[in-house]
């Protein structure tokens, strides 16, 4: 427990240094090169006829902060993503608890089930969703069948509709993310907590929480980004009349040939996805230590 | 404090019975070590009076309290556990002060509790170190002073010493021993290590295959087991099979004829004998069971000598000869004399 872990092999020789060049290369020409390059189309300057004009403006941001319809579609985003997460992390605890837990021989199985969800494609999925919450779906035809309604419920290109089916592609990584931090967490200390006269509310609040805390950082911080970024879930459940920033930016750059608008939403979009994670980890950070 | 009852507990799993018609009752203050190999069932039986284990049957009760269907947290019992189980969140005083914490009492009146409970373990002024910096002595030591400072009417030791090397372990042995009488604490221990039971207990439960195999005192476990495992499990044994063919008469598979006073009954038995009730060579020439013994294998051990002899191509036996001066070390292939009195052994019935 208090013994410090053993130094990678071969740290002396420079060796581990090596070893770190192939992944830190990938991520600097895949991801930072091209988010420069964004950086800069967002600075040119758009002009209907002409594509892309190279300059140095600010113009496109103050586009988007000064448009109540771009500023709702930013806030309606970040409402989902804070939703989204936040039901993840009710749901996907207790369950991540009974799988860290589980003596069962079953348990990988169980692992198996949760993960089996994410080898169906987003794409497919929310096909999938459209047709179960369609107006003549399957959802409303049985309840209509049933006669528990008159009239279909509108689901499809609601709101609701895109939080159930990112909630349904984001909850396997907050439960696999929980339950790896959970079975890390000695079985000993919660009984200890028992025993010392905490009940089961009480060992939550004081004890399990606490040191699971980790895992619930990792788990809200990812699930809350891929929320945020989501893509293929409000294109087909949203539809035309739910816009979320994913969308949007795609759009900008494929249909309207704006790469530099473009461009400047993707930056916003990232900005936004990074303060909040920062602000939230610091929030909780200074509330628990 | 308070005395505390096992009647009857029993636990199955499907159609595994783990511990079976567990009764004990142990006296306020007493000292009781639940002690056998692994699997016995001791550990289970411990966890059951600590609440996390519900019995199939039988009933547990504390005090004048039934406390059989109480969730852990209404039962009262200090538990130490073998991998001290403290909150690595929280500091040593926050540790400690955990159980007054949860029965609601006010902070003010929980900081002399928590250091009194810290002076008793010797930890005084360790109060704002974290458990990741303390050795695992200290470590042990929190946990012990945790389970104290909420004042338990028992303390439940689950193998408490077993992570500890072996000079902190004794050390440790005998500080909770003290701490032990000095409050007057009944306690239950576990453990599977012969020593630290037969140092640390008023009485002992031999236990095997989830039943209980013997209670006692150490003296009453060495020199009158109850049956042949108790009397291989305490201490050491050599023992021999054969058939009881007379009243204290003892006929081994070898054919070695031996007088024996606790012989009684007929048909298959062994005996046992105590190591330290074997005389060899000179001191053997009086005795009425005399044999030439061949030296099979020899151990050099420090303050003893182990050797391995038969009396007949069909008996093998363990001897333990101390290593005095001008003793030469039996080689193997030598014979040697041994002997032991008529009242030296005891015969038990041959288990299947």
Redesign the interface.
């Known amino acids: 427990m208090s013994t410090a872990p053993e130094p990678v092999a071969g740290a002396r020789t420079g060796l581990a240094g090596l070893l770190v060049v192939p992944a830190t290369l990938f991520v600097a020409l895949g991801l930072l090169g091209p988010i420069a390059i964004l950086f800069r189309y967002s600075l040119n300057q758009f002009i209907p006829g002409q594509f892309m004009v190279d300059g140095l403006t600010i113009e496109n941001y103050v586009k988007f902060f000064t448009d109540a319809y771009y500023l709702n579609v930013l806030l309606r985003t970040v409402r989902v993503a804070v939703v989204c997460t936040i039901v993840c992390l009710i749901m996907g605890f207790p369950l991540a608890y009974v799988l860290a837990r589980t003596q069962s021989r079953f348990k990988n199985l169980l692992i198996i089930s949760v993960i089996l969800p994410l080898f169906v494609g987003n794409a497919v999925r929310a096909a999938g969703w459209m047709t179960a919450f369609g107006s003549k779906g399957a959802l409303n035809a049985s309840l209509m069948g049933i006669g528990l309604i008159d009239q279909p419920l509108e689901i499809m290109f609601t709101e609701t509709a895109v939080v159930i089916g990112i909630i349904a592609v984001n909850l396997p990584f907050m439960v696999l993310t929980l339950q790896s931090v959970i079975e890390g967490i000695p079985r000993n200390v919660e009984e200890a907590a028992f025993s010392l006269g905490a009940g089961p509310s009480a060992m939550f609040r004081r004890v399990l929480w606490p040191l699971a805390l980790p895992g619930v950082l990792a788990g809200t911080i990812l699930t809350f980004i891929l929320a945020m970024n989501a893509y293929a879930t409000p294109v087909l459940l949203g539809g035309p009349k739910f816009q979320t920033m994913g969308p949007l930016v795609y759009g900008q750059f494929a249909q309207q040939n704006n790469w530099p608008f473009g461009g400047a939403i993707a930056f916003i979009l990232m900005t936004a996805t990074i303060l909040l994670t920062v602000a939230a980890h610091l929030i909780v950070q200074r509330r628990y230590r | 404090m308070a005395r505390l009852s096992l009647e009857h507990l029993r636990k199955t799993y499907g159609d595994t019975t783990v511990v079976d018609d567990v009764a004990i009752n142990i006296a306020d203050g007493e000292f009781l070590v639940l002690l056998g190999p692994s699997g016995c069932g001791k550990t289970t039986t411990l966890r059951m009076v ?3 284990i519900a019995p199939t049957a039988g009933g547990i009760t504390i005090g004048e309290r039934s406390v059989t269907t109480l ?9 130490v ?1 073998q ?1 001290y ?5 929280m500091t040593v005083a926050e540790n400690v002060a ?2 007054l ?3 609601k009492i006010a902070p003010a009146d929980r900081a002399p509790r928590v250091a009194e409970a810290l002076r008793l373990v010797q930890l005084a002024g360790f109060d704002e170190r974290y458990p ?5 002595g200290q470590q042990q030591r929190v ?1 012990l002073a ?2 104290l400072a ?1 004042e338990p009417d028992v303390l ?1 030791l689950d193998e408490p010493l077993s992570n500890l090397d072996a000079k902190l372990r004794q050390e440790v042995r005998v500080e909770i021993r003290d701490l032990q009488r000095k409050l007057g604490l009944t306690t239950i221990m576990v453990t599977h290590d012969q020593e630290e039971a037969l140092t640390m207990a008023d009485r002992l439960v031999v236990m095997e295959k989830g039943k209980v195999r013997q209670i006692g005192t150490q003296r009453e476990l060495y020199e009158k087991p109850a049956d042949r495992f108790v009397a291989g499990f305490i201490g050491r044994s050599a023992f021999l099979d054969g058939e009881i063919t007379a009243p204290s008469r003892f006929r081994t598979r070898g054919g070695v004829e031996i007088g024996c006073a606790a012989a009684t009954g007929s048909g298959a038995a062994t005996l046992a004998l105590r190591p330290e009730r074997i005389a060899v060579g000179g001191e053997a020439e009086a005795l009425p069971n005399r044999f030439q013994a061949r030296v099979e294998h020899a151990s050099y051990l420090g303050a003893i000598l182990d050797i391995d002899v038969s009396l007949s191509e069909h008996d093998r036996m363990l001897l333990q000869i101390p290593n005095k001066a001008g003793v030469a070390e039996p080689k193997p292939g030598e014979t040697i004399t041994i002997g032991w009195a008529e009242d030296a052994g005891l015969v038990y019935p041959r288990e299947a």
């Open positions: 600590a609440g996390f969730p852990p947290w209404k039962r009262n019992c200090g538990l556990f991998s189980a403290l909150f690595p969140h955990f159980g914490e949860m029965r990741r910096q303390l050795s695992g946990a945790r389970a909420m439940l």
